[in-house]
């Protein structure tokens, strides 16, 4: 059965320091994944996407990265803003499909 | 460009009422899709439609219907609205049906059914 499983699923962290959330995929055949930022009341907003071949991906403080060998991937955020404090998505699409399968996500806090 | 645009944001229906969610979007995208998220559960697609003309049912279809207006427009509608149907909506589009392309999301519809 294709699945995305998140961890951990809530994480607490001081301004101005770094985090790593994680990513576990069973999904066959892989096609890409994303990471994708959701603020508390609104729609997600995709931050990163990767293919089977690339492993590492940056957006911003946001840096992701792939291994397609052990399907699994990692959102890494330096130097942590307030304005990070949201809910991390990971999604992975199969290959030849048009449906995503989604993670429960990580709810990250960011505290002064 | 408001991208995705969903109405209401909120609303709360008693038990087997019916009402339809509305989306919107502006960027010529072809696919349409509809979302519930539920606390502690990802994103589950009810409907999607990959292209005008055509609708799909995704994971959870039951309970609800789908009408794709025209390319900019994609409701969902609760014909008899159950308890076990508050979530919270989001709508989404993307430009094509290929998983390589990126959806976008609306800022999603709160709705209580009590």
């Known amino acids: 059965k294709n699945q995305v499983e998140q961890s951990p699923q809530s994480l607490i962290i001081l301004e101005g320091k770094n985090c790593t959330l994680q990513c576990n995929y069973t999904v066959s055949p892989f096609s890409n994944l994303r990471w994708y930022k959701q603020d508390t009341g609104r729609g997600p907003v995709s931050l990163t996407i990767?293919?089977?071949?690339?492993n590492t991906k940056s957006n911003g403080r946001y840096t992701a990265t792939l291994d397609a060998d052990t399907k699994q991937s990692s959102l890494h955020i330096t130097a942590s803003q307030l304005s990070d404090s949201a809910s991390y998505i990971c999604v992975v699409s199969a290959q030849a499909g048009t449906a995503l399968i989604f993670g429960k996500g990580t709810t990250l806090s960011v505290s002064s | 460009n408001a991208g995705v645009t969903q109405t209401p944001k909120f609303q709360v229906l008693k038990t087997g009422q019916s009402m339809t969610l509305q989306c919107a979007q502006d960027?010529?995208?072809?696919?349409m899709y509809w979302y519930r998220q539920d606390p502690g559960m990802g994103l589950r697609l009810i409907y999607y439609?990959?292209?005008?003309?055509?609708?799909d049912k995704g994971e959870v279809p039951n309970g609800y219907n789908v009408s794709r207006l025209n390319k900019r427009e994609f409701s969902l509608r609760l014909e008899s609205a159950a308890p076990s149907q508050t979530s919270v909506y989001f709508c989404a589009s993307r430009p094509g049906a290929s998983g390589q392309d990126t959806q976008y999301f609306g800022p999603g519809t709160r709705l209580t059914v009590l």
């Open positions: 960027m010529n995208h072809n696919s």
């Open positions: 439609s990959a292209s005008e003309g055509t609708t």
């Open positions: 990767m293919t089977f071949s690339e």
